[in-house]
């Protein structure tokens, strides 16, 4: 799904917004990790009159010079780090030995990376993800990511003849789109859904719900057993749930109910659709929620899931990956989707939200930007994906880069779970477009799950957001 402008002719510049934002984390630039970076981007970087391309050649065909650095940025979350230190960036010094890799990982990208933008010291590679992710919109809008077409039409490491976008899932290069240009590689499969024990769920005879009349029973069920059904964690992890509700609001009144919402579109979330879903979340919110989980981060929910303390969880499939320390050995993740909501449902019970995530970019203002669009290349290859794979346990966006792999038990859920759900499979932007959009419904959905509104009221409050974003002519909009 491509993004285009809402209008043709407006302009992605420097809105008052980013200027704004800039100039509050300008004060930031003499922080310790901020510092600690940019000591790295200027070691070693060369002169500032060194050029930034190299010669063109069959093994550099993007032309980048060979003697520079790069500086990398991992977020440290659910996929952890060692991907990078142990696959990816050792294949970028194997394919330019002259030149070095300088690696740091961040469970808080903004913190670290905003201070080093202000700066004009940004790293040239980032993995821009978790709570404290940088804004892509507003990233787009101030020019700061470089635009990955040169990358895209660049000859395959695997394949001369081929080009890096034809080796690519459908998809993916579209939803790192915005306004028909991509800047983010969104590079792993991902799928979201209800996780659970099949251990837990052999052991009690409980089955996975199809319909809303099973899930309540479901949940019934396991409260009787002692064990709480449902949670997520409120303190930082809201945006697990509201991606349930508006799952279920897809499934009740079609995809084009998230396109919409995206869009900006007047009243979109007042629709029908999405007050029943928040309205039967509510229910499980009010009945059957793991006490306590407001306050809790989700590191904290997820374990108390691992010590069959809590039955059902909404994640996506990193799940597996990042709970592997705490998880039994025989616990067996596996997914559930999302149960029909009612019997009228547009969509069937296996209807899902896929898409390809985890969002990758390029800093354009960064001293070796063609180096960070390299090292992506040699991400992009067939070794990168089946090490990236073997190392976190979940499949990318890289063809046949999973062949002859066996997967966990949570994954090949999921796997067979996509399956399933055949052409029913839709995904939703709005979150990456707009972080003060995303900021809201996560408040709202606490404020919904935990009982302190009604659905009437977080549609009305999560609109009353959307409408003054559209109406901000300093915010830059993207449509689907």
Not at 152 to 179: C, W
Not at 231 to 239: I, K, L, M, P, W
Not at 322 to 330: F, N, W, Y
Request: charged share 20%; hydrophobic share 35%.
């Amino acid at each position: 799904m491509s993004v285009t402008p809402e209008s043709p002719s407006q302009p992605i510049g420097l809105s008052r917004r980013t200027m704004l934002q800039r100039a509050a984390v300008a004060g930031l630039v003499a922080t310790p990790a901020a510092g600690l970076l940019a000591a790295c981007a200027d070691s070693g970087s060369g002169d500032e009159g060194t050029s930034n391309s190299g010669t063109v050649s069959a093994t550099n065909p993007l032309g980048i010079p060979e003697d520079k650095p790069i500086n990398v940025v991992i977020f440290n979350g659910g996929y952890g780090d060692k991907y990078a230190t142990d696959v990816h960036e050792p294949m970028y010094q194997k394919a330019f030995p002259k030149s070095e890799v300088k690696h740091q990982s961040s469970q808080a990208i903004s913190t670290l990376v905003q201070p080093l933008i202000a700066g004009g010291n940004p790293p040239e590679f980032v993995n821009n993800s978790g709570e404290k992710m940088m804004d892509f919109g507003a990233l787009v809008a101030d020019g700061q990511l470089h635009d990955l077409t040169p990358l895209l039409d660049a000859p395959s490491v695997d394949d001369p003849n081929k080009k890096v976008r034809d080796t690519l899932m459908p998809g993916t290069i579209e939803a790192g789109s915005f306004n028909g240009k991509p800047y983010v590689l969104y590079y792993v499969s991902t799928v979201y859904g209800i996780w659970y024990s099949g251990k837990l769920f052999t052991d009690k005879g409980w089955k996975p719900a199809t319909t809303w009349s099973e899930f309540t029973a479901l949940c019934e069920e396991i409260k009787k057993a002692g064990v709480a059904p449902y949670a997520y964690a409120g303190a930082n992890a809201a945006y697990y749930q509201w991606n349930i509700i508006l799952t279920s609001a897809a499934k009740i009144g079609g995809a084009d109910i998230l396109k919409n919402i995206d869009n900006l579109e007047d009243g979109a979330w007042k629709v029908d659709a999405v007050k029943q879903a928040a309205e039967a979340w509510a229910e499980i919110g009010a009945k059957y929620n793991l006490q306590g989980a407001e306050g809790l981060k989700h590191t904290d929910v997820q374990l108390k899931q691992n010590q069959y303390q809590l039955a059902m969880y909404p994640s996506g499939d990193w799940l597996e990956n990042e709970q592997k320390k705490d998880t039994p050995a025989d616990f067996k993740y596996q997914l559930m989707t999302t149960p029909s909501v009612t019997t009228s449902d547009k969509l069937k019970s296996t209807a899902l939200r896929a898409a390809a995530g985890e969002g990758y970019v390029v800093l354009a203002k960064s001293r070796n930007p063609k180096g960070g669009l390299e090292y992506m290349r040699q991400m992009l290859s067939k070794a990168g994906g089946k090490g990236f794979t073997e190392t976190v346990k979940a499949p990318t966006v890289v063809q046949g880069s999973t062949q002859g792999l066996t997967f966990t038990p949570g994954i090949q859920s999921s796997q067979d779970a996509l399956k399933a759900a055949g052409q029913e499979v839709f995904n939703l932007y709005f979150d990456g477009w707009y972080k003060d959009l995303d900021k809201e419904a996560r408040t709202a959905t606490n404020e919904l799950m935990f009982g302190r509104i009604k659905a009437d009221a977080f549609v009305e409050r999560i609109q009353k957001k959307a409408d003054e974003i559209k109406k901000d002519s300093s915010v830059t909009k993207f449509k689907r």
